[in-house]
C-alpha cells in the first residue's frame, strides 16, 4: 500500500508540534514565568533563536507552552463533539423519520445557527473568560457536525444486508449502532476529527487574540498575537513566529485529515475539496 | 386522485421550512434570554456604582422593569424585538435598537465586502483549477488555498496593516470615518475585508473546483459535446450552471461566517461595529445590548439560511422533496 504523500507531511508537522507541547513539561530553552524586562523586544538571535517578546520571555519557549494550550483545547473540543454529537447522530438515525430524529436535527440547527465566537461570547458573559470557555464553546459548535455526520453515514448503513440480518437475530438498535455502525463508520469520524481538531486551534487563537479564551499567565498562541499586535512595526518578529506556528500546526493537521481521507477512500481522492 | 402539482410542493416545502425557521428563532430567544438573565451580577447595582443607597438600586431595578417576573420580562422582550424595540441600554442611557443601528452600517457593508472580494477571487481560480485538473495550475491553487486556510484571518490582517498602512500608507491602520465620504470610508474597510475574505475565498475556491470537476464528468456533458457543442459552450451553458448548486450553498453559509468573523477582526482595526459594541456591553455588563446584539446576529443567519434553502427550492427541483 502507498502512504498518501499529504498523509506523511501532515503527520509530520502535526507530531513535532506535539513533540515540542510534550517537552514543554520537561524542558523549554528559557523559564516562561520569569519576567527580563532588559532583554525585551529582542530580534532572533543564537540566544534567542525566536528572538523575545515585550516583557523578555524567549519567544520559542512561549510557543512550546503554547502548544499545550491549542492543543488540549483542541483535542477537548473534539471530545466534546463526538461524545455528545456521535451518539446523539446514532440515535436520530436509529428513529429515522421519528419525532426523536426530528427534535435532534432541529436541534443541530439552532446550533448552527450560533457562530462559535457567539456561543464564546454568551459563555464569557456568564462565566467570565477563560481556557474552558474556549473548551465549551469550540466544543459545543462541534457537536452538530458530528452528529450531521454519523446521522448521515449510519442511515446509509441502516439499508444494508448485514444490518438486516442482526436486526433479525434480534440485536436492538443500541446494540447494532454500537457493534456494526459505529466500526464501519469509524474512518470518517477520524479524518472528520482531525479537520475538527485544526479548525479548534484556529478558533482557540481567535478566541485567546480578543481575551475570551486563555488567560494570562497562560502562554497561548492567540494572546501572544494580541500582545504583538501594537508592538508589530517595531517587533514584528512578536507577531510572526505565533503566527507561523498556527499556520504551520493547522496546515499539517489539514493536510493529515486530507491524506487519512485518501487512504481510507481513494475514491475520493478526485473530487475532494 | 391527482398527483400535487410542482407548485404545491414548493409551496409545502416552503411552509415547512418557514415554520422550522421560525421555531429556531423562538427557541434561539429562549436561549439566549435565559442565559443572560440567569448571569450573577444586578445591572441595575452596576450602573449606580459601588456606594448606592439599597433603595436607589431598588428604584432602578423598579424603572428597569427587573423586578418583574422572568416570564413577564421575557416576552416584554420579545414583543419589543418583533416591533424593532431592543430596549434600553443600561450604560449608554439611549435605545439598544439606535446603538445597533449605528453599528451594523459597519458590520453589514464589511461583511458583504468580504463576501464580494471572496467569490471574485474564488470563481475563477477555482474555475481554472477544475479546467487545469491535474496540471501545474491545478496543484498551485490547491497548494495555495490549503494555506489560506491555515492562516488565521487576523494575523493576517495585522501584516496588511503593517505593509499597507503603516509601509506605503495606502489604506488607513484602523478605524472608520463613516459614510458621509464613500470612498474614505470603502477604504477603511478594504483592508479588513481582504483579511476576512482570505480564508472564505479558499474554500470557496476548492469547492467550486470541485463541483466543477464532478459536472464535468457527468454523461449529459459528453453527449453536449457529442452534439457539437463547443468545450467553452458545455462549461458556460452546462457545468458551470449545475456546479453552483453547491457553491451557493457555501456562499450562503460563508455570509454566518463572515458576520461572526468580523467580530475579531474589528478588533484588530478598531473598527467600531457591532462586534466591538458586543465585546464593551460585555466588560460594562449592559446585558440588553448584548442580547439584543447576539439575537440579531443569531436572526440573520438563520434568515440568510433559510434564503439559501428558498433559492434552491426554486432552482433544484429534486430537493422540494
Known amino acids: ?273 | 386522485m391527482r398527483a400535487p402539482r410542482s407548485g404545491d410542493q414548493v409551496l409545502i416545502y416552503l411552509g415547512r421550512r418557514f415554520v422550522s425557521l421560525c421555531l429556531t428563532l423562538v427557541v434561539a430567544s429562549i436561549l439566549i434570554f435565559g442565559i443572560i438573565e440567569v448571569l450573577p451580577g444586578d445591572p441595575a447595582a452596576f450602573m449606580l456604582g459601588i456606594n448606592a443607597q439599597p433603595e436607589a438600586v431598588e428604584a432602578l431595578r423598579d424603572q428597569l422593569g427587573l423586578n418583574q417576573s422572568l416570564i413577564a420580562r421575557y416576552f416584554d422582550w420579545v414583543g419589543g424585538l418583533l416591533i424593532g424595540d431592543f430596549g434600553q441600554s443600561y450604560t449608554y442611557r439611549v435605545p439598544v435598537a439606535e446603538l445597533i443601528g449605528d453599528r451594523i452600517w459597519v458590520s453589514l457593508p464589511l461583511a458583504l465586502y468580504a463576501l464580494v472580494l471572496s467569490t471574485a477571487i474564488a470563481f475563477p481560480i477555482g474555475i481554472l483549477a477544475a479546467l487545469r485538473r491535474g496540471g501545474v495550475a491545478d496543484y498551485g491553487v490547491m497548494g495555495l488555498t490549503q494555506l489560506g486556510i491555515a492562516i488565521p484571518n487576523f494575523w493576517f490582517a495585522m501584516f496588511l496593516v503593517l505593509i499597507f498602512a503603516i509601509q506605503w500608507r495606502i489604506f488607513p491602520a484602523g478605524g472608520f470615518v463613516g459614510w458621509e465620504d464613500p470612498v474614505a470610508g470603502l477604504m477603511g474597510l478594504t483592508l479588513p475585508a481582504i483579511a476576512l475574505a482570505l480564508p472564505q475565498a479558499s474554500i470557496l475556491a476548492r469547492i467550486m473546483r470541485s463541483a466543477l470537476i464532478e459536472t464535468l464528468d457527468e454523461d449529459y456533458i459528453r453527449t453536449a459535446r457529442a452534439k457539437g457543442q463547443s468545450r467553452r459552450g458545455v462549461i458556460w451553458h452546462h457545468a458551470l450552471r449545475n456546479a453552483m448548486i453547491p457553491v451557493l450553498t457555501i456562499i450562503g453559509l460563508q455570509f454566518s461566517f463572515l458576520l461572526a468573523g468580523a467580530i475579531i477582526i474589528e478588533n484588530v482595526f478598531y473598527l467600531p461595529g457591532l462586534g466591538r459594541l458586543l465585546f464593551q456591553a460585555i466588560t460594562q455588563r449592559d446585558l440588553i445590548v448584548v442580547e439584543g446584539a447576539v439575537m440579531l446576529l443569531v436572526f440573520s443567519v438563520v434568515v440568510v439560511t433559510f434564503a439559501v434553502d428558498m433559492a434552491y427550492a426554486l432552482v433544484d427541483p429534486r430537493l422540494r422533496r
Not at chain 1, 508540534?17 to 532583554?39: G, H, K, N, R
Not at chain 1, 461570547?121 to 466544543?139: D, F, K
Request: proline share 5%; hydrophobic share 55%.
Open chain 1, 1 to 273: 500500500m502507498r502512504w498518501p504523500v499529504s498523509l506523511i507531511v501532515g503527520a509530520a508537522f502535526s507530531v513535532v508540534f506535539a513533540a515540542l507541547a510534550l517537552i514543554s513539561f520537561l524542558w523549554t530553552p528559557y523559564d516562561v514565568d520569569v519576567l527580563s524586562i532588559p532583554d525585551r523586544m529582542q530580534a532572533p538571535s543564537g540566544a534567542h533563536w525566536l528572538g523575545t517578546d515585550h516583557l523578555g520571555r524567549d519567544i520559542a519557549s512561549m510557543l512550546m507552552v503554547g502548544a499545550r494550550t491549542s492543543i488540549a483545547v483542541a483535542i477537548a473540543a473534539v471530545g466534546i463533539g463526538m461524545g455528545v454529537g456521535v451518539p446523539l447522530g446514532l440515535w436520530a438515525a436509529a428513529r429515522r423519520g421519528g419525532l426523536l430524529d426530528e427534535v435532534i436535527m432541529r436541534g443541530n440547527d439552532l446550533i448552527f445557527a450560533f457562530p462559535s465566537i457567539l456561543i464564546a461570547i454568551l459563555i464569557t458573559a456568564l462565566a467570565g473568560p477563560s481556557v474552558w470557555n474556549a473548551i465549551l464553546a469550540i466544543g459545543i459548535f462541534n457537536i452538530p457536525v458530528f452528529a450531521r455526520l454519523s446521522r448521515g453515514a449510519a442511515l446509509s448503513l441502516w439499508s444494508r444486508e448485514f444490518i438486516m440480518a442482526a436486526r433479525v437475530a434480534g440485536k436492538g438498535a443500541v446494540h447494532i449502532s454500537a457493534e456494526h455502525i459505529l466500526p464501519n463508520i469509524a474512518n470518517l469520524l477520524i479524518v472528520q476529527g482531525t479537520i475538527q481538531f485544526s479548525v479548534g486551534i484556529l478558533v482557540e487563537a481567535a478566541l485567546s487574540y480578543v481575551g475570551l479564551g486563555a488567560q494570562p499567565p497562560l502562554p497561548s498562541w492567540g494572546r501572544m498575537l494580541a500582545d504583538a499586535q501594537t508592538l508589530i512595526s517595531i517587533a514584528p518578529h512578536m507577531a510572526l513566529f505565533p503566527g507561523l506556528a498556527i499556520v504551520i500546526c493547522v496546515l499539517g493537521l489539514n493536510l493529515m485529515g486530507d491524506g487519512l481521507r485518501d487512504l481510507f477512500d481513494p475514491k475520493l481522492k478526485q473530487g475532494r475539496v
